[in-house]
């Protein structure tokens, strides 16, 4: 696609419950990458993909987070059993190599607020 | 442990004026350097990338330098107007940049 697509746009759900937040990044770009970006906060590096692999899940905050990417394209990030400290934005970003040569593209991110 | 600290953390300034914004960062192992800007509920719109072996960039209005052995970079905006008016964000990309720190942002208001 022409940019970065990121859905929902928004999503409220309740405390407890599991939700899966999807990124579709430019066609052709082999690195996807995502970010957390907490009220007031700056942004928080989750995880990277380099097509389907994702060789280091350290900032992933928890156990309850984990992310996959399919077909070295789509990306989905899932967090279970919500908590109200995972409401933040979540932004996607891919790149056409890893390491980000020609720059970043970010998608206009999923707001998450858990209640 | 890379860590980007962005100065002033905000700034209003009359339409007009020119204006520098500081990044700072504790490396200077970087692979490059991105400014980025976003509007309040939106996503970050990239702005200038500088990749390490370069010392700046320019688009427009917009001039970014870079400074490896001192960790620094500025983004210079010139004849600031309203519609400029963003958080602006460095972002550091580590060697292999898979890693990138952002800064915690400027947060800019132009006044018209």
């Known amino acids: 696609g022409a940019g970065v697509s990121q859905s929902p746009s928004n999503k409220v759900t309740e405390k407890g419950k599991d939700v899966e937040l999807r990124c579709d990044p430019i066609s052709g770009h082999t690195a996807l990458y995502w970010y957390r970006q907490s009220l007031g906060q700056g942004l928080e590096f989750l995880i990277y993909f380099q097509g389907n692999s994702a060789p280091d899940k350290s900032g992933l905050p928890s156990d309850r987070f984990s992310a996959e990417r399919t077909g070295g394209s789509v990306s989905t990030l899932t967090i279970q059993r919500t908590q109200q400290e995972d409401s933040a934005v979540y932004l996607c970003a891919s790149s056409l190599v890893l390491g980000g040569e020609h720059g970043y593209t970010f998608g206009s991110g999923t707001r998450l607020t858990v209640v | 442990k890379q860590e980007v600290t962005q100065i002033p953390a905000a700034l209003s300034v009359p339409e007009g004026e020119n204006l520098v914004l500081n990044c700072s960062f504790t490396?200077?192992?970087?692979?490059?350097l991105q400014w980025f800007r976003q509007d309040p509920g939106k996503g970050l719109t990239s702005l200038l990338l500088?990749?390490?072996?370069?010392r700046e960039q320019t688009s427009g209005r917009l001039n970014a330098s870079l400074d490896k052995s001192s960790g620094r970079s500025t983004l210079y905006i010139a004849a600031s107007q309203p519609g400029d008016s963003a958080t602006y964000l460095c972002a550091v990309g580590n060697t292999g940049g898979f890693k990138t720190i952002f800064g915690a942002g400027t947060r800019l208001f132009v006044k018209a």
């Open positions: 490396d200077s192992a970087i692979y490059n």
């Open positions: 500088i990749q390490s072996s370069q």
